[in-house]
């Protein structure tokens, strides 16, 4: 029986090294690669084409949803199955839209990853039963539902630099990870600081690493 293909793109390696782990136990599948990079997950998918790619999010520069875009247009066929130590009701339906076809919790990861990439290989939609039930709900009723987290108001490129900037990037280094100018990194900051609440750079930048640190920060500072 021929084995399914999995690359892993996460920065960490022992995670990296864990999921593998599980997965080169199963008689069904085997992991053909693990990289650290956007960069390196689109050469190594390039080169020997897997069947199923597992991305991680939060990664140390251009981030998952950069290679999930990329993924959607280059590599139509291959499927992504996404994960995050981030809160699924801010990124699951992005990386969906984006093009994932399955989002996991990384501490749920163990627990899940098998189930969730034959599920992803089988051509079905991976996510938690509380995140299906939230979308189905969302679905039946859109105008009962609204947010009542402010972060979850930035839209993609405003929560991709607010997450840089998290890892201590400055504007001009954001610029050039995102092949974006300053002019319109800039701009995203201010967006969102006006949805976020905060008063200030300063009060943007600790909101960042806070969150990039996975503490919760406050909703939105005082008046």
């Known amino acids: 029986m021929k084995k399914a293909a999995i690359l892993i793109v996460d920065d960490h390696t022992m995670v990296r090294e864990g999921i593998a782990e ?12 693990g990289v650290a990079s956007v960069e390196e997950g689109l050469k190594y998918i390039q080169k020997t084409p897997p069947d199923l790619v597992i991305v991680d999010i939060s990664l140390d520069g251009v981030s998952g949803f950069e290679l999930v875009h990329a993924m959607k247009s280059r590599y139509p066929d291959i499927p992504a199955l996404a994960m995050s130590m981030h809160d699924e009701n801010l990124h699951a339906e992005r990386m969906l839209r984006a093009g994932a076809k399955g989002y996991i919790m990384k501490n749920e990861a163990f627990d899940l990853v098998l189930t969730a990439i034959r599920q992803v290989l089988r051509g079905e939609i991976f996510l938690s039963e509380t995140m299906r039930t939230k979308m189905l709900q969302r679905m039946l009723s859109p105008d009962a ?30 610029a050039e990870v995102l092949h974006r100018s300053i002019k319109t990194i800039e701009a995203n900051r201010a967006r969102s600081k006006e949805k976020l609440n905060l008063k200030s750079n300063t009060d943007y930048v600790r909101f960042a690493i806070q969150w990039a640190e996975g503490i919760t920060p406050p909703q939105q500072l005082p008046d």
């Open 22 to 33: 599980l997965v080169n136990r199963e008689p069904d599948m085997l992991v053909c690669g």
């Open 145 to 174: 539902h609204t947010s009542t987290s402010p972060i979850g108001s930035l839209n993609d490129r405003e929560l991709e630099v607010l997450r840089l900037t998290g890892l201590g990037l400055s504007n001009a280094k954001i």
